[in-house]
């Protein structure tokens, strides 16, 4: 999917490496876009680049035993000239990093704890943003004109909201292509339908249930959206792209 990053792969200074990253969609300022990654043919003036931030294995060594701060050290010498970025360390204490990353404009900041082995990652975001499994959809010209999504809990997929912002006419013909496998008779959903609809449009009654078709919740979306509401439904949502890394199942309200 990726010939650029691929290529760069191609390069490491090592016979045999796993190197741990992330591949990014950058703007002509180098700001990344999630957007943009999704749906790279109505960006064209991105660029899709690779950002190491650890190494695992290195030419048949195991490096997982050793503290982070080496382990950069090594990925440091083995992305060195390969076209892959290094995902740097951010100076300065946590509010002078979470200031300056809000005024660039990032989504957020991951955090890890320095010099020493622990699973405890810690992500700040900055807008919200989260993904959310996908029950179903109300049709229109295009395909798809709103999302219904949602999360779960211990009682089962609850519903969130409906998605309508954030699509155009094509990625509503592909994100229908990809639900149209899936439906379903029943809806999954086991808040649904609410007595009313919420002041935002979030809820959706018995009788806009007609309008509904449902797929079965394997899918799942990145969305952006302002808050929740009162109600717990999503304010503003905006559709981001779907998530082919993410187990349904693993979703739950963040």
Same mark, same amino acid.
Not at 92 to 117: F, H, N, T, Y
Not at 182 to 199: E, G, I, M, Q, Y
Not at 209 to 215: C, F, G, L, P, Q
């Given at each position: 999917?990726?010939?650029?990053?691929?290529?760069?792969?191609?390069?490491?200074?090592?016979?045999? #490496?796993?190197? $741990?990253?992330?591949?990014?969609?950058?703007? /002509? &300022?180098?700001?990344?876009?999630?957007? #943009?990654? &999704?749906?790279?043919?109505?960006?064209?003036?991105? &660029?899709?680049?690779?950002?190491?931030?650890?190494?695992?294995?290195?030419?048949? =060594?195991?490096?997982?035993?050793?503290?982070?701060?080496?382990?950069? #050290?090594?990925?440091?010498?083995?992305?060195?000239?390969?076209?892959?970025?290094?995902?740097?360390?951010?100076?300065?204490?946590?509010?002078?990093?979470?200031? @300056?990353?809000?005024?660039?404009? *990032?989504?957020?900041?991951? @955090?890890?704890?320095?010099?020493?082995?622990?699973? @405890? !990652? &810690?992500?700040?975001?900055?807008?919200?943003?989260?993904?959310?499994?996908?029950?179903?959809?109300?049709?229109?010209?295009?395909?798809?004109?709103?999302?219904?999504?949602?999360?779960?809990?211990?009682?089962?997929?609850?519903?969130?909201?409906?998605?309508?912002?954030?699509? $155009?006419?094509?990625?509503?013909?592909?994100?229908?292509?990809? *639900?149209?496998?899936?439906?379903?008779?029943?809806?999954?959903?086991?808040? *649904?339908?609410?007595?009313?609809?919420?002041? !935002?449009?979030?809820?959706?009654? @018995?009788?806009?249930?007609?309008?509904?078709? !449902?797929? =079965?919740?394997?899918?799942?979306?990145?969305?952006?959206?302002?808050? !929740? /509401?009162?109600?717990?439904? *999503?304010?503003?949502?905006?559709?981001?792209?779907?998530?082919?890394?993410?187990?349904?199942?693993?979703?739950?309200?963040?």
């Amino acid at each position: 999917m990726y010939p650029r990053v691929a290529a760069a792969g191609l390069l490491l200074n090592a016979d045999q #490496a796993v190197v $741990v990253g992330e591949v990014v969609a950058l703007d /002509t &300022q180098g700001t990344p876009s999630f957007h #943009a990654l &999704q749906h790279r043919g109505s960006h064209p003036g991105h &660029q899709i680049v690779f950002y190491a931030f650890d190494l695992l294995h290195l030419d048949g =060594k195991d490096l997982t035993g050793e503290p982070l701060l080496k382990r950069r #050290a090594r990925l440091l010498k083995v992305v060195e000239g390969s076209d892959l970025l290094l995902s740097k360390e951010l100076p300065g204490s946590p509010a002078a990093i979470v200031e @300056a990353v809000r005024g660039l404009g *990032l989504e957020g900041v991951v @955090a890890k704890r320095k010099g020493e082995r622990s699973d @405890a !990652w &810690q992500k700040l975001k900055l807008e919200n943003q989260q993904e959310f499994v996908i029950g179903g959809y109300r049709p229109g010209s295009n395909g798809v004109d709103a999302l219904l999504v949602g999360y779960y809990d211990d009682t089962g997929l609850r519903f969130a909201g409906k998605v309508r912002a954030g699509f $155009v006419p094509h990625l509503r013909r592909e994100v229908f292509k990809a *639900l149209k496998p899936h439906h379903v008779d029943a809806c999954p959903f086991v808040d *649904l339908p609410n007595p009313k609809s919420s002041r !935002w449009g979030g809820g959706v009654t @018995a009788e806009e249930m007609r309008e509904m078709h !449902w797929v =079965k919740p394997e899918l799942a979306a990145q969305v952006r959206f302002v808050e !929740w /509401t009162a109600e717990g439904r *999503l304010r503003h949502a905006a559709f981001l792209g779907l998530r082919s890394d993410k187990s349904a199942r693993e979703v739950r309200r963040e």
